[in-house]
T-cell receptor, first 113, second 112 residues
């Protein structure tokens, strides 16, 4: 079964607004990553947060991790039409299957100009 | 620097046919993996490899074989294609399993 589940599955916002996507996972993890997928393309890595980190920033991206709740969030600030894409979280377990990276079902973000 | 290259980009097969999806990377990455992507199901791990000569099963390995004879190449074989294997297949690689993965652009496979 898949490790991560993103919420919401679809999100539509106006350009300039902030977009927040959540990811919940089932087992203890070593790290959590967020990826972006433009239509018809492969995934592109955005940011990695380790299990001992609580927050990480990269440009307009802010990721938080709460290991006690087994959840993470991705915030995109001041969204642009070019941010329209699907966003996935990916986790690597800290034991049993630790050589596997598993993905959630994704959040489809539409930013309306 | 080509990154991860997948061939073919599109393929149509008949039920029962076999084929090999090719994946090559030129970054000397040890870790490689195959995923399938289906609507509403995200990416599911089929097989992965932590280095040449070492492969293991992911979440949905049935109907697929892999081998890793070189660091660069990680082909995925469909033994006897079934309509349920209609999907988009992605190959990915990273230096080590815990590091960010680089993805190819996918192979869109239809099985009639």
């Amino acid at each position: 079964s898949q490790q991560g589940e993103e919420d919401p599955q679809a999100l539509s916002i106006q350009e300039g607004e902030n977009a927040t996507m959540n990811c919940s996972y089932k087992t203890s993890i070593n790290n959590l990553q967020w990826y972006r997928q433009n239509s018809g393309r492969g995934l592109v890595h955005l940011i990695l947060i380790r299990s001992n980190e609580r927050e990480k920033h990269s440009g307009r991206l802010r990721v938080t991790l709460d290991t006690s709740k087994k959840s993470s969030s991705l915030l995109i600030t001041a969204s642009r039409a070019a941010d329209t894409a699907s966003y996935f979280c990916a986790t690597r377990a800290s034991s049993g299957g630790y050589q596997k990276v598993t993905f959630g079902i994704g959040t489809k973000l539409q930013v309306i100009p | 620097n080509a990154g991860v290259t997948q061939t073919p980009k599109f393929q149509v097969l008949k039920t029962g046919q076999s084929m090999t999806l090719q994946c090559a990377q030129d970054m000397n990455h040890e870790y490689m993996s195959w995923y399938r992507q289906d609507p509403g199901m995200g990416l599911r791990l089929i097989h992965y490899s932590v280095g040449a000569g070492i492969t293991d099963q992911g979440e949905v390995p049935n109907g697929y074989n892999v081998s890793r004879s070189t660091t660069e190449d990680f082909p995925l074989r469909l033994l006897s294609a079934a309509p349920s294997q209609t999907s988009v297949y992605f190959c990915a690689s990273s230096p080590r399993v815990w590091q960010p993965q680089h993805f190819g652009d996918g192979t869109r496979l239809s099985i009639l």
